[in-house]
Structures are given as C-alpha cells and as structure tokens.
C-alpha cells in the first residue's frame, strides 16, 4: 500500500490522522507516568517522545484541558 492510502484508511476506520493518533497515544503514556513516577515533567516529556517540553505542555493542555504540571497535582 502507498502512504496516502494508508492514511486514508487509518483516517476512515480510527477518524483522525495517524499522527494524532500516535500522538494521543503518547499523551496517554505521559499522563500515566505523570500519576505513577516522581520523575521530572522534562523527562517525561522525552520518554514519552516529545523533544521540546513546551510543546508537549501545549498539546497535553489541549488533550486534557489542563497543563501537566496541574495533572500531577490533581
């Protein structure tokens, strides 16, 4: 299969992009780690993938509606 037919069948059968799935599965391991580890939000952050930790601060914000620093205080 060519890449742009993958995409279309990714984006038909999950209803997001491939990246946005990849990253909210990342998100997802963050928020776990967030809860589970006393390890810094920095390195969480690059666990989990994200190489710049405003960036991830920002799309974690938008996933979840509040930053990590507030997640781990919840």
């Not at 006393?38 to 914000?61: A, E, Q, R």
């Amino acid at each position: 299969m060519s890449h742009s037919q993958v995409h279309r069948k990714l984006s038909a059968i999950m209803g997001m992009s491939p990246n946005q799935y990849i990253r909210i599965l990342r998100l997802k391991k963050a928020k776990e780690l967030l809860i589970n580890t006393d390890d810094t939000i920095l390195n969480i952050s690059m666990l989990c993938g994200f190489s710049d930790p405003s960036y991830f601060g920002k799309v974690f914000k938008q996933e979840f509606g509040v930053s990590p620093h507030e997640w781990r205080m919840k």
